[in-house]
Structure formats: C-alpha cells, structure tokens
C-alpha cells in the first residue's frame, strides 16, 4: 500500500510540473526563444574541425627524424664498430597517432567594411623525448585575421610564407628536407590586386623552428639581433594555375659576448624560391626550387660558420652554408582512389668562404654550428609514391619511400668532396585518418 501511495503522489506531481510547464507566460516562451537564437548566432561564428590520424612506419636504416620519428629527414651515415659492422643499419617499427589534430575558425565578425577572424590550431606530439612520454597539447597555429577589399592581415603564429605551399603527400615532413616546413610568429599582409597578380609581405620570428648557433638550436639569436626575418613575395593566378616568385633576409647574432666582454658577431643572410601548381583534368602538379642560405630554421639542409676575426679581436665573421633544393608532385583523383608522387633533390654547395678550424680560434668545439648534417651531406634524393584510398572523410593510405644521402668529408668549406658514398633507407609507411 506504502507503495501505491508514492507512486501516486509521484504521478501527481509530474502532472503538476506539466500543467505549470503548459501555463507559461507566452512572454517567457519568447524569451528562450530569443536567447535560443542568439546562442545560435553566436555559434555560427565557430566552425570545429579535427582529425583522428595514425601512422604506422617501417624504416630498413637507423635516421634523423622527429615526431615519434614520423617527421622523416634522412638516413644517418655509415658508422663503423671496432669489429667492423655498420651501427647505423638497424631496421625500426613505429605506430603512434599522436599527429591527430583540432582546430576552431573564427569568422564572420564585421566592425565597419572589415572582417575579423581567427583560427586556433592544436595537435598532440609535445611531451616526448623520443623514448618515452605522453602526448600533450601543442599549439600549430593562433593567428587573427582582417580582410577588406582583397586584403588579408594575419597576426599571429601561422604558415610561414615560403612553407605555406605544400606538396600533395600524405607523410608528416610533406617534403621537407626539399623544401621549406616553418609555422612562425608573425605579421603578414597578402593583396590580391586584381584577379591575376598579387603581393605578400611578412615580418617574422622564430618559436618552434629556430636557428642554430653555438648554444644549440635556440630562438634567441634572432631575439638578439633585435631584426626580424622579412619577406617580400610576388603572386601571379590564372584560372587552374598559380605560380610565386619569393624571398626574405634573416639577420641573427649567434653570440652577445665572449664570455668576458661584448662582442659585435652577426650573420645575414638570403633565402629565394619559385613556386608553380596546375591542374589538368583529373590530375594536379606542384613543384618548388628553394636557395637557401643557412635554412636550417626552415627544416632545410643548413648551417654557417666562423670565416674571420674582426679587428677588434674578439667578434666574429660568419660565412652561411648554401643548399639549392626542389620538389616536385604529381596527384590525380580517379573515384576514390588517389595516387600520387613525390620527387626531391638537395644539391649542398658549402659555404662561399673558408670556415676557421676550432685550432686557429682556440676553442674546444669546431665552430661551424649545422642542421641536417650540413656539413657531409653533398646531395640528396626522394622517390616517393603514395596510394590513398577515400571512404567519405575516412581515408586508407600506403607509401613506399627511398632517400638517398651521398655523405663525405668536407673541405675548409664545409663541402663534402671526398670519401663520397650513398646510404639508402627505404621507408613503409601507412595511415588511417578520419577527418571531422
């Protein structure tokens, strides 16, 4: 009986709860309905995007890479033992997804003829030490957008300019070492002029991708030098083309003193490319040609080094190692399947001046500071063919990779001339991505 009675007096109170809910003021039904709409517009300023991304990868030699190894550079020179076996001819398995990604763009905001938006980019691979650790959260990219009338600011960490045009390839490095891969600080003005030519200009700085110096990589040889890296670029459009001619000076100081007194070391130095893409049909073609000029901060081959003393006795002259590099890609679309290449080469020409042995300058480490091998690498080759197939957002892709380095020893200008030999690695890869 107990528990008849609460049962009904349960009935009679949702009974209740509904009547009242159904004698609502109209004027209260039309206030949930504004503030309904309003929380609806608001949300139209936000577009949630992402993708779930795995990589699994196969490498037949001991490389330089990063991300988990996924970031691939090139295979490491041979190295002996005392009983003569190479060390570095070692195969390796990795399979991670800490590459997956979210983003949020903001858009849609208008104060007088401007609009105003953003975007806020994020993946998941900081946290590791290449043995261990747990992916964290790292900002890719943060940037406010303006645009008016064919003019677009960005302020903010985003693409940088000579990077931003990147090869139809599935593979985390997208091309680099052959060209350029940097995400930076900056302020970027593109003007699409009319609808055949444009202009793009930046100031940037250095954050993840950095220049390297006698104290390692770091971001302060450019916060020294008090100068950020400028770019200047030229675009031309047609209907199903694009073709950028570009390139920008960077001048850092690699070092503030000697450790008693200060000195006036600084290095300058110039980076150039061409660009072009097409399409035809079923089919689009990309390809890219970089000179650089100790590029290392753009994942390139790169480094510089110590050429003379100035005549105050303590300050440095610095000469930059020199690379031409180049990329080309081919991708069709054929229903879901989509195959595609990628073709590389690095030819490294050395500095243009002698570089100071660590005897003549009396200190205990060889003063040519380098990224990528720069200073054994005579040139270098890709080949890699790619298949993807599309379910939807659901993509399925496999890759075979070959690059090939020719190292050697290097004369005074840090120019491998001798000694010279190719090391293969040949690479496996596949991936499974979803995208929301």
């Not at 309904?36 to 196969?58: D, M, P, W």
């Not at 993840?208 to 006698?214: D, I």
């Amino acid at each position: 009986m107990r528990n008849l009675h609460t049962l009904t007096l349960s009935l009679l109170l949702l009974a209740c709860s509904v009547n009242a809910l159904a004698a609502e003021p109209a004027e209260a039904a039309d206030k949930k309905v504004a503030k309904n709409e309003t929380v609806k517009k608001v949300l139209n300023h936000f577009e949630f995007h992402g993708f779930i991304r795995s990589y699994f990868a196969f490498d037949t030699r001991e490389s330089s890479a990063g991300t988990e190894d996924l970031y691939y550079y090139m295979p490491r020179d041979i190295n002996r033992s005392a009983a003569g076996e190479d060390l570095n001819d070692q195969m390796s398995f990795r399979f991670a997804a800490l590459t997956s990604r979210v983003w949020v763009d903001v858009k849609g905001f208008q104060f007088g003829a401007y609009n105003i938006g953003g975007r806020i980019e994020a993946d998941f691979y900081a946290g590791l030490n290449g043995v261990t650790g747990t992916a964290q959260l790292r900002m890719r990219q943060a940037f406010v957008s303006v645009a008016r009338d064919g003019r677009l600011w960005k302020i903010g960490q985003t693409w940088h300019p000579m990077a931003a045009d990147l090869p139809d390839i599935f593979s985390l490095e997208t091309g680099a070492p052959f060209g350029p891969f940097n995400r930076s600080p900056q302020i970027n003005f593109d003007w699409k002029i009319n609808d055949w030519f444009g202009v793009t200009a930046a100031a940037l700085w250095q954050m993840q991708y950095t220049s390297t110096g006698p104290n390692g990589a770091s971001a302060d040889y450019i916060k020294y030098g008090l100068t950020p890296e400028c770019y200047l670029g030229f675009n031309f459009f047609t209907k199903k083309s694009l073709f950028r001619i570009g390139g920008d000076i960077v001048s850092i100081k690699p070092r503030n003193n000697d450790g008693q007194r200060k000195v006036k070391d600084r290095l300058t130095t110039y980076n150039a490319y061409v660009y072009a893409q097409t399409k035809a049909d079923n089919w689009t073609f990309k390809g890219k040609v970089t000179y650089a000029q100790d590029g290392g901060h753009m994942n390139l081959v790169g480094g510089y080094g110590v050429s003379g003393i100035m005549e105050d006795g303590i300050s440095y002259l610095y000469t930059p190692n020199q690379t031409i590099s180049g990329w080309f890609t081919a991708m069709a679309k054929f229903g879901n399947w989509q195959p595609q290449i990628l073709l590389g080469y690095i030819e490294n020409m050395g500095a243009y001046k002698g570089i100071l042995s660590k005897e003549v300058l009396g200190t205990a480490r060889d003063p040519f500071y380098e990224k990528n091998s720069a200073g054994t690498v005579a040139r270098m080759a890709r080949i890699q063919p790619e298949l993807i197939y599309n379910l939807g957002k659901l993509q399925f892709g496999i890759e075979y990779m070959v690059t090939g380095v020719q190292y050697g020893t290097a004369d005074a200008y840090k120019h491998a001339t001798t000694d010279l030999h190719w090391v293969l690695n040949h690479r496996v890869q596949a991936l499974v991505k979803f995208t929301f």
